[in-house]
C-alpha cells in the first residue's frame, strides 16, 4: 500500500538501468512461460537513475510477468527496450502519460508483448487498486507498479489492442552523471556457488516461492516451501534435520515472521533464518534487533545477491 501511495521508504542508489535488467536475466528467464521469448535491446552508456533499485526490480518483475500472463499458451516474445529521451512540453503531451513530469532527459524502459492485448476500457482501469482481468497480474501488482514510479519522479504510458499485445513504456528522470557497473569478477564468483542439503523457503506469495525455488535449485539447493509461519513449523518439525537454513518472510497470514522466528528458536536455536522482506534493510533491523536473525535480504532478491547472502548466513567461502 506504501508503493502505491507513492509514500514507500527508499533505499537510494544511482544505476543504468540498462545494467540492473542485464543482472536480472537469469531471473526473468525462469519467470516467464516456456512459451516466451526473451528479447533485449539495451542500450549502453546511459545516464544513471536515482531511487531504490530493488522497487525498480519490483517493476521489471511485474511488467515481464504480465506481459508473460498475456501469451497464454500460446507461443509469443517479450520485448525489453531501454534507452534515453529528451522530453519537451510538446512530447510529454503527446505521449498522454499517467504522471505529469517535468521537460527534461528521461531513461526509460519499453516493454512490449505479442500477447492478447487490452480493451480501451479495461487500460483506464488496469492500475486501479485490485482491478484484475486474467491477463492484468494480481490485483494490486499494476497499482504498486504505478506508485513506485510515482516516487521516482518517473511516468509511465500503455499503449495496447485487442489481439496486438500491449506496450509499457517506463520514464526515469536522467542524472547528468553515468552510473559504475558493479565489477564482472564479483558477480562471476558469486553466481559459480553451487549449495547442497536443503533449504526452507517462507513466503504467502506463490510467485516467490515458484521464483525462490527455482533459483535455490539452480544453485544446487533442495528446496522445501511454506506459504505461513504455522506451515512453515510443521515441515520444519518434520524434516529439521535435513534443512540447514530458513529463508522467512516478514509479512503473511496467519502467523508473520516476527512469531515464526520466535517459534523456530523453540525447536532449534542455531539453525540460520534469513529474513526476506520487500521493506527496506533499515526498518527491518530495527524491528529484529536483538531476536537472532542470521541477516537480512530484500525481495525481489537476484541470484546474485541470494547467493551472496547464503554464502555470509551458512559460513562458506
Do not use: W
Not at 121 to 134: A, V
Not at 148 to 175: D, M, N, Q, W
Request: some cysteine.
Amino acid at each position: 500500500m506504501l508503493a502505491y501511495s507513492g509514500k514507500g521508504r527508499f533505499m537510494v542508489y544511482r544505476a543504468d538501468l540498462s545494467s540492473l535488467v542485464k543482472e536480472m536475466t537469469s531471473i526473468l528467464e525462469v519467470s516467464i512461460s516456456k512459451n516466451a521469448v526473451l528479447n533485449y535491446n539495451l542500450a549502453n552508456d546511459l545516464p544513471a537513475i536515482e531511487g531504490d533499485m530493488t522497487q525498480i526490480q519490483q517493476i521489471i518483475m511485474n511488467l515481464i510477468i504480465n506481459a508473460s500472463e498475456a501469451l497464454g499458451d500460446k507461443i509469443g516474445a517479450i520485448y525489453i527496450t531501454t534507452g534515453l529521451v529528451e522530453c519537451d512540453r510538446k512530447y510529454l503531451h503527446n505521449e498522454n502519460l499517467l504522471n505529469d513530469l517535468k521537460e527534461g532527459r528521461y531513461v526509460y524502459m519499453e516493454i512490449s508483448d505479442t500477447g492478447c492485448g487490452m480493451k480501451e476500457s479495461d487500460i483506464s482501469k488496469i492500475f486501479d487498486p485490485f482491478f484484475s482481468t486474467k491477463f492484468t497480474g494480481r490485483g494490486l501488482g499494476l497499482a504498486a507498479v504505478q506508485g513506485i514510479i510515482r516516487s521516482h519522479k518517473g511516468g509511465i504510458k500503455v499503449y495496447s489492442e485487442p489481439g496486438k499485445g500491449s506496450t509499457f513504456k517506463v520514464y526515469f528522470p536522467a542524472l547528468e552523471t553515468r552510473a559504475v557497473p558493479a565489477p564482472v569478477e564479483e558477480v562471476a564468483e558469486e553466481t559459480s556457488f553451487k549449495g547442497h542439503s536443503t533449504i526452507l523457503l517462507v513466503d504467502d506469495e506463490e510467485p516467490i516461492r515458484e521464483l525462490g525455488s527455482l533459483i535455490l535449485a539452480s544453485m544446487g539447493f533442495k528446496v522445501l516451501t511454506a506459504a505461513d509461519g504455522v506451515e512453515a513449523l510443521e515441515v520444519f518439525r518434520k524434516q529439521k534435520n535435513e534443512i540447514i537454513c530458513v529463508l522467512l518472510d516478514l509479512t503473511m497470514p496467519r502467523m508473520d515472521g516476527d512469531e515464526t522466528l520466535q517459534q523456530l528458536r523453540l525447536i532449534d536455536a542455531k539453525i540460520p533464518v534469513l529474513i526476506s522482506s520487500g521493506y527496506n534493510e533499515q526498518e527491518v533491523v530495527q524491528r529484529f534487533t536483538g531476536k537472532d536473525t542470521s541477516g537480512f535480504i530484500q525481495k525481489p532478491y537476484t541470484i546474485s545477491n541470494l547467493t551472496g547472502k547464503l554464502k555470509e548466513v551458512l559460513k562458506i567461502k
